[in-house]
């Protein structure tokens, strides 16, 4: 079975700060996904990341993959407060199934 | 404008009363998908469709229901056998392979 980890599950950091939330998974594969929640919303896609070393980067977020350490992270630079969401890695199992992984609940403080 | 519709909005159950949560696309993807999402959770995957009359069970497809009639349609019916249901369903589409694109979601509470 394709387990999916995040961490951290909860991050508050300062604006300006930096921070990687990372996104561990379990068995072979060469797609991973990063999408954005709003409370109450649904789901945003950021990234698609499909093969090992891809690097993507879109404002103040930046992700990459690892496929060998079946690793990605997702860098924040110089964090502000509209980046507030909960973020999930989704990892591909099959080319239909998708494994989330639990999330990661940013919040940006002044 | 291309998208996928969910309806309704907010939904209230009675206990053991099925419910049917409707969701269209118009972006003319093969793959239908209905996730359901619980507080501090990830997302779980209920049942998928690849194409037209075909679907299979997710991780948590117990007490759900679905069909797929036409492309564009992938209703999911959540039936009294499901003692849980309280949740966020959220439904998804795309290529084989491809992105999913999410719906706005239905909330679905049991009275």
């Known amino acids: 079975e394709l387990k999916v980890e995040q961490n951290p599950l909860f991050l508050s950091m300062q604006e300006g700060k930096n921070y990687t939330i990372y996104c561990n998974y379990s068995t072979t594969s060469d797609r991973l996904y990063w999408y954005r929640q709003d409370p109450g919303k649904s789901l945003e896609s950021l990234f698609v990341l499909l093969s090992n070393g891809a690097v993507k980067q879109e404002g103040r977020l930046m992700a990459s993959l690892d496929t060998k350490a079946r690793l990605s992270t997702l860098h924040i630079t110089a964090a502000v407060h509209d980046l507030s969401a909960t973020y999930f890695c989704a990892v591909d199992n099959s080319g239909y199934a998708l494994n989330f992984g639990k999330g990661t609940s940013l919040l940006v403080t002044p | 404008d291309g998208g996928i519709t969910q309806s309704p909005k907010y939904l209230f159950r009675k206990e053991g009363q099925n419910v049917t949560l409707s969701c269209e696309q118009n972006l003319n993807h093969d793959a239908m998908y209905w996730y359901r999402q619980d507080p501090g959770q990830g997302l779980r995957l209920i049942y998928y469709?690849?194409?037209?009359?075909?679907?299979q069970k997710g991780d948590i497809a117990e007490g759900y229901s679905v069909s797929r009639e036409k492309k564009e349609s992938f209703p999911l019916t959540v039936t009294s056998a499901q003692k849980n249901p309280t949740a966020f369903y959220l439904c998804?589409?795309?290529?084989?392979?491809?992105?999913?694109?999410f719906g706005p979601g239905t909330r679905l509470t049991v009275l």
């Open positions: 469709s690849q194409i037209v009359n075909d679907f």
């Open positions: 998804a589409s795309s290529m084989f392979g491809d992105n999913r694109f």
